[in-house]
C-alpha cells in the first residue's frame, strides 16, 4: 500500500479512534485526523516489527486493526501529555 493509502487510512482510522474513545479531546478535528496518520503508521510498524505480522491490502481487516490500534495509542497519549493541570 501506498504513502496515499496510508494517509486515507490514517483519517478514517483517526475518525473511528475517536468514535471508541468519546470525550473531549485538548485538540480539534485536524488534530485527531493528524493523530490518525500517524497512528496508521505506529500501527504498521508495531505489526511488523513487534508481531512480525506482515501488512495487508487497504481493505484487509488486520491493516485497519493495526491502523485504529495505533491511533487509539497515540490518542491517549495525547490526552495524557496535552490535557490541562490542575491548580494544587
Given at each position: 500500500?501506498?504513502?496515499l493509502g496510508w494517509i486515507v487510512?490514517?483519517?478514517v482510522a483517526g475518525a473511528i479512534a475517536k468514535m471508541l474513545m468519546p470525550g473531549k479531546d485538548p485538540g480539534g478535528c485536524i488534530i485527531t485526523m493528524l493523530i490518525g496518520v500517524a497512528g496508521a503508521f505506529?500501527?504498521?510498524?508495531?505489526?511488523?516489527s513487534v508481531f512480525d505480522v506482515g501488512l495487508g491490502t487497504f481493505f484487509d481487516a488486520r491493516t485497519w486493526g493495526l491502523a485504529i490500534g495505533?491511533?487509539?495509542i497515540l490518542l491517549v497519549a495525547?490526552?495524557?501529555l496535552a490535557r490541562p493541570r490542575e491548580p494544587r
Open positions: 500500500m501506498g504513502i487510512l490514517g483519517l505506529l500501527g504498521g510498524w508495531i505489526g511488523r495505533g491511533s487509539l495525547y490526552r495524557l
